[in-house]
């Protein structure tokens, strides 16, 4: 009798456990960002191969080139702390499997989200398609220092990490607007959170320490030369 339920994963019950005991315990306690991982459905956004391993706590792999899903936690944590307003337009760098893009379109008015690579580019938009999301723009480019053709942007989220913040993301932001980056140098980096405050005044807030790839292409700090 019990072949049937061993053959198919319970999905619901693998995303309850998810953000009980992942999510939650990051303090990601905004009901808001809680209820859409429960509509966004994870498992569609993964590979097929690791399906099975969709709300495990873990980063995913998505090809060939050390590109991840990032964990479950991780993604819901940069989500509440940037806090995406119902009109704002998004500047999304690092599409990846479209997971993230769609959590963001569900929340904003618009995202722009660009990937590097033509094959996760690809994969984005399938997915995205196949979820019925029509509020995300996909392009295929290179956006580790920006991305100037849709600026200005409310919000701007870095799915990869920089050793530095290219100075450009900075102004293409809105005033009043924000934007989360991992930054730093491995094994310890940490999650910023920098407000536009004014027209030429900027707020950084250090938020946790985590450790996750770098976005292809990144800036690097300026090395000094003896």
Same mark, same amino acid.
Do not use: C
């Given at each position: 009798?019990?072949?049937?339920?061993?053959?198919?994963?319970?999905?619901?019950?693998?995303?309850?456990?998810?953000?009980?005991?992942?999510?939650?315990?990051?303090?990601?306690?905004?009901?808001?960002?809680?209820?859409?991982?429960?509509?966004?459905?994870?498992?569609?956004?993964?590979?097929?191969?690791y399906?099975?391993?969709?709300?495990?706590?873990?980063?995913?792999p998505?090809?060939?080139?050390?590109?991840?899903?990032?964990?479950?936690?991780l993604?819901?944590?940069?989500?509440?702390?940037?806090?995406?307003?119902? !009109?704002?337009?998004?500047?999304? $760098?690092g599409?990846?499997?479209?997971? =993230? +893009? @769609?959590? #963001?379109?569900?929340?904003?008015?618009?995202?722009?989200?660009?990937?590097?690579?033509?094959?996760?580019?690809?994969?984005?938009?399938?997915?995205?398609?196949?979820?019925?999301?029509?509020?995300?723009?996909?392009?295929?480019?290179?956006?580790?220092?920006?991305?100037?053709?849709?600026a200005?942007?409310?919000?701007?989220?870095l799915?990869?990490s920089?050793?530095?913040?290219?100075?450009?993301?900075?102004?293409?932001?809105?005033? !009043?607007?924000?934007?989360?980056? $991992?930054?730093?140098?491995?094994?310890? =980096? +940490? @999650?910023? #959170?920098?407000?536009?405050?004014?027209?030429?005044?900027?707020?950084?807030?250090?938020?946790?320490?985590?450790?996750?790839?770098?976005?292809?292409n990144?800036?690097?700090?300026?090395?000094?030369?003896?």
């Amino acid at each position: 009798m019990g072949t049937h339920k061993a053959s198919v994963m319970d999905y619901e019950q693998a995303r309850f456990n998810m953000v009980e005991s992942q999510v939650r315990t990051w303090e990601v306690l905004d009901q808001k960002i809680l209820s859409l991982l429960f509509k966004v459905r994870r498992e569609d956004f993964v590979p097929p191969s690791y399906r099975s391993l969709a709300f495990v706590d873990m980063e995913i792999p998505l090809g060939h080139h050390g590109e991840v899903m990032l964990a479950p936690k991780l993604e819901a944590r940069l989500l509440q702390e940037v806090d995406v307003q119902p !009109g704002s337009v998004v500047l999304e $760098v690092g599409s990846g499997s479209g997971y =993230m +893009t @769609a959590l #963001l379109a569900a929340l904003a008015a618009k995202v722009h989200s660009v990937e590097i690579r033509p094959e996760l580019h690809q994969m984005a938009a399938r997915n995205l398609h196949l979820a019925g999301i029509s509020n995300a723009s996909l392009y295929t480019g290179d956006a580790a220092r920006g991305w100037k053709a849709q600026a200005p942007y409310d919000v701007i989220v870095l799915t990869g990490s920089a050793p530095v913040l290219s100075n450009e993301f900075l102004q293409q932001l809105n005033v !009043g607007g924000r934007l989360i980056a $991992v930054m730093g140098k491995p094994p310890i =980096m +940490t @999650a910023r #959170l920098i407000v536009r405050t004014s027209a030429d005044a900027f707020s950084n807030t250090g938020l946790f320490e985590t450790n996750i790839a770098s976005l292809r292409n990144a800036p690097q700090p300026e090395s000094f030369v003896f």
